[in-house]
């Protein structure tokens, strides 16, 4: 069948196909990417790219390409992920500018409005560098331009352009060194062509279901690489959309310049995407948030996502949330992987503990005029992060926050689902702060010393009854703001300067045990609780945290040294998940013990 023209319908099922390709190959994209950093998320990025395109437009039924464009173009931007993923959305962006008001496009026009949608995938990135995503985009786009008068059928002009995306692809390794070296082409680029296979099928046999696409190649490992962690410049894939009125990009990326590389920034002045790699997320979202509403922000760990992909490590991936309050050491030391709970002050919304860190978040609670609230990660951010240990794991165990007080638990259990094949058991810690640190830290030392899957969970639901946490709260008003305590109870409780000590219940949800009348006797009621607890308990171990009240922490430390004999007391800062509703100047004790 000779295709003379496409129009909404058919640009509309094109896309969904070649989407279907990259879904199918996401984990060979994955192993064989080396560049920017081998960090081997480059299939899990551009998938979920193209999944939030392909949700949007699986119900619009319209005859006018531009207008599905436009469609296109929006959930890309909205979906994007990683380099790759913001380059393609930049490219549909690009693409839905050039067709204006087009109902329908012949080759020729379709040839000029691919043409002249490359420059705006350039634009995005502070330095563009040829042999990747953006060298394929740009000859595929060449060769269609250069045909769209030779060949009127749309099979014929698609069938030829792939190939030429295909040479172009096969020339990257020689492009960039680090391709060549480690004898791969890039995953991006490997992608984008993956992406028009889908296409061009879906064109010359149309129907989706049908496609029968050439055999992925199977490697059980990522390819190899020179690079080691050391040589990975900056930890954070970092990314966010900024909503605004007149964002500036090109003055924003002059601003953030010097915090990182890998700078694309895609979109409109009313809505934009920003990627970098960097060490210091929160400082460059310190600068992005003048520009509009920050939205939807990410960052991932490349040196882990490295480690997963490079290092031998155990079957049973660990993941929790940043709920869990861990030393860092015991974080690394295990790999465990932190699906990060969300802080929104107004309509700006932060990674905890990433793009905005413990003393910013503090900060800002003090100063800014509407009260922080915290949310639980979006399913998509467990679904990414499950899907990408999947590639390298054989089982996932996901403990979180308690269920009682958040919905982070049941978000993990409704992506979890979406491995039906898959073995994923999502743990209820019945616990938060440095309490459910303790649960983890269980289940992360039974991995550790090779037990199975099933012997893991069994244990380390037994785990949870052995934790307890002791707070003082300074001030009622943080309660109040929050909502967990009405006015009346709060300005009561202020004018009698009454100092409520929590700790927590059976579900992990934190309930008022005692009372003091100032904060140094908060302090000594607590510890004072702490020792009577204590008491007929074995092998117990403490951590302490607190919000702002490093004095008040060593306060703790220093008595329970003197007391119990116990010198490894971690001080750790807590997590905004508590800190938001129990304010500046609270601090904690938490205790584990076993039988």
């Known amino acids: 069948m000779r295709i003379k023209y496409i129009d909404g319908n058919r640009f509309s099922r094109a896309i969904a196909a070649g989407a279907k390709r990259i879904f199918d190959r996401q984990h060979y994209l994955n192993k064989i990417n080396v560049f920017p950093v081998p960090d081997a998320d480059t299939g899990t990025n551009m998938a979920s790219t193209l999944k939030s395109v392909v949700e949007s437009i699986s119900n619009i039924h319209s005859p006018k390409i531009y207008s599905l464009s436009k469609t296109v173009a929006d959930s890309a931007l909205l979906g994007a992920r990683g380099n790759s993923g913001v380059i393609l959305a930049q490219y549909f962006y690009g693409i839905s500018e050039e067709l204006k008001k087009e109902i329908r496009v012949t080759t020729e026009k379709f040839g000029e409005v691919v043409k002249n949608a490359v420059h705006y995938a350039y634009e995005a990135l502070t330095q563009p560098i040829e042999g990747t995503i953006l060298t394929v985009i740009k000859d595929w786009a060449e060769s269609v331009y250069e045909q769209r008068f030779a060949k009127t059928d749309f099979v014929e002009l698609l069938n030829h352009a792939l190939e030429s995306a295909k040479k172009s692809l096969k020339e990257t390794t020689n492009k960039l060194e680090i391709l060549k070296s480690s004898k791969v082409v890039d995953a991006g680029g490997q992608g984008f062509v993956d992406l028009l296979e889908g296409i061009k099928n879906y064109i010359s046999r149309g129907k989706i279901k049908d496609l029968v696409f050439s055999k992925t190649p199977k490697i059980e490992t990522a390819v190899h690489t020179e690079i080691s962690p050391e040589d990975i410049k900056y930890q954070y894939c970092t990314e966010c959309l900024i909503e605004g009125e007149n964002i500036n990009i090109n003055e924003l990326r002059k601003k953030i310049n010097d915090f990182g590389d890998s700078i694309v920034i895609a979109g409109s002045p009313q809505k934009a995407r920003l990627h970098i790699h960097t060490n210091r997320p929160a400082d460059v979202f310190s600068i992005a948030r003048h520009s509009g509403a920050l939205l939807q922000q990410k960052a991932d760990d490349m040196f882990k996502q490295y480690q997963v992909s490079h290092k031998k490590h155990p079957s049973i991936a660990l993941v929790t949330d940043s709920a869990c309050d861990l030393p860092q050491r015991i974080i690394d030391k295990y790999d465990i992987h932190i699906v990060p709970v969300r802080v929104s002050f107004g309509h700006s919304t932060y990674i905890d503990k990433i793009t905005i860190t413990p003393e910013y978040f503090y900060e800002m ?77 269980e289940a992360a030392r039974l991995i550790s010393e090779g037990k199975n899957h099933n012997e893991v969970v069994s244990q380390t639901i037994e785990a949870r009854p052995r934790t307890q946490l002791f707070v003082n709260i300074p001030s009622l008003k943080y309660l109040m703001k929050s909502g967990r305590v009405s006015k009346a109870k709060g300005l009561l409780a202020n004018l009698l300067h009454l100092k409520p000590i929590l700790n927590l219940d059976e579900n992990g949800v934190p309930q008022h045990c005692d009372k003091s009348f100032s904060y140094n006797g908060s302090l000594k009621k607590v510890f004072k609780l702490v020792k009577e607890f204590v008491r007929d308990k074995k092998n117990f171990r403490f951590i302490v945290a607190h919000a702002t009240a490093p004095k008040a922490a060593q306060y703790y430390v220093d008595q329970l040294r003197r007391d119990f004999g116990v010198q490894d007391i971690p001080i750790l800062p807590v997590s905004p998940t508590l800190g938001a509703h129990a304010g500046p100047g609270t601090a904690a004790i938490g205790i584990t013990w076993s039988n």
């Open 365 to 441: 609670l003090k100063n800014e005029p509407v009260h922080p609230t915290t949310s639980q990660p979006p399913p998509s951010d467990f679904k990414n992060l499950y899907g990408f240990l999947l590639s390298h794991y054989d089982s996932i165990i996901s403990i979180h926050l308690t269920a009682a007080s958040s919905g982070t638990y049941q978000n993990a259990v409704n992506a979890a689902k979406s491995f039906p094949d898959r073995k994923i058991t999502v743990i209820d810690g019945k616990s938060l702060s440095v309490t459910l640190g303790f649960v983890v830290q």
